[in-house]
């Protein structure tokens, strides 16, 4: 059986730094990101002081907390070019919250999670404020972890959701059984629909994005309250979520070859 990531030097730096990240905004302490990975808060310390040597976190001197290092901006920048594909999605963004008056968003799948790359906020008043940039969720939970894991093949799902529990942390409506419904539903339609599993009056739906070996990669998504997600309005904003992916989809392809 293979040891959990935490029980190796690396796997707890990655844990850091992906707490680190989840907090970049603000920045995060020492106990903070403890608390956050479960690590002792010694441990932490060490590794924190150890990353900073090779610049991989930075910590502010007024406040104390802890940021990502610029040796890692660097790295990503070099790493851009085979990952990065926001400066395609862009334009889809934005024509996608134009259309719709929502904000969209683009997200990328990273092993069991979706990381929100990108958005472009709509022009309606009231806004759902759930993603941000940089955001971390379980796949099947937000319409973008939804729609990609509704396109993943069935052994792939059912491996995922026998190995995680998100009842815990995100609710009951996030059973096996109830992942399972919405991925036949976003099957028949092509899209999902989150009907404010996270935040209450919170709606999202999600179409997904495929890499050049056909596999879920990426989903764009619609995120608002719930009042600009009614049934009339559904069909509407779930053609125009595929129209764009769509197009996504035939410019990744594209821009691999």
Known sequence: MAAPPHCTVLGRAAALLRAIADGEQDGSTTTQLARETSLARPTVHRLLESMSEEGLVD????????????????????????????????????????????????????ADETVCLASEEGSFPLRSHVLHVGIRLPLGVASAGLAILSHLPEREIDEYLGRVDL????????????????????????????????????????????????????????????????????PELGRLLLEQSHLLTRAVRGHHR
């Open 167 to 234: 009842v815990d942390r995100w609710g009951p409506e996030h059973s096996r059984t109830g992942i399972e419904e919405r991925i036949a539903a976003t099957r028949d339609s092509g899209y999902c629909v989150n009907p404010a599993l996270l935040v209450e009056g919170s709606w999202g739906m999600g179409a997904a994005v495929f890499n050049e070996r056909d596999e879920p990669e990426w989903a764009l998504s619609l995120t608002g309250v719930e009042t600009r997600f009614a049934e009339h309005r559904r």
């Open 59 to 110: 910590r502010d001197h007024k406040s104390g907390r802890w940021l990502l290092g610029p040796e890692l901006y660097l790295l990503g920048s070099l790493a851009a070019a085979r990952y990065d594909i926001t400066s395609l999605a862009r334009p889809l963004l934005r024509d996608l919250s134009r259309r719709t008056g929502e904000s969209a968003f683009l997200s990328r799948r990273r």
